[in-house]
Nanobody, 121 residues
Framework: QVQVVESGGDLVQPGGSLRLSCAAS????????MRWYRQAPGKQREWVAL???????NYDDFAKGRFTISRDNDRNMVFLQMNNVQPEDTAVYFC???????????????WGRGTQVTVSS
């Protein structure tokens, strides 16, 4: 019903920047909260940032001041600008969306398959 695809992951040097994108397609009436998570090898998935439908954003402490989440409601997309990345930012980054598929339906949660970010010199 709704497909979510992340992109933009890459190998980047420490101190570098990267911009991740997440696009939703399918039967979409409205997307409410949009979130980024990440999962490093051998670790649990952790929340990175959230942006709600009013544009208000929140970040986990490790992301504050370095990462910026933004959204494009016309294109059903959410972005994560990552600056000054460090080796500990190496992880698969996932997009998580709360989607209303029609005016009468409640929210449903959809995940993408992730995009790999590797920070290494």
């Amino acid at each position: 019903q709704v497909q979510v695809v992340e992109s933009g992951g890459d190998l980047v040097q420490p101190g570098g920047s990267l911009r991740l994108s997440c696009a939703a397609s399918g039967t979409i009436f409205k997307i409410h909260d949009m979130r980024w998570y990440r999962q490093a090898p051998g670790k649990q998935r952790e929340w990175v940032a959230l942006i709600d439908d009013s544009g208000t954003s929140n970040y986990d402490d490790f992301a504050k001041g370095r990462f910026t989440i933004s959204r494009d409601n016309d294109r059903n997309m959410v972005f994560l600008q990552m600056n000054n990345v460090q080796p500990e930012d190496t992880a698969v980054y996932f997009c998580d969306l709360d989607v209303q598929t029609s005016a009468r339906t409640t929210l449903r949660n959809f995940w993408g398959r992730g995009t790999q970010v590797t920070v290494s010199s």
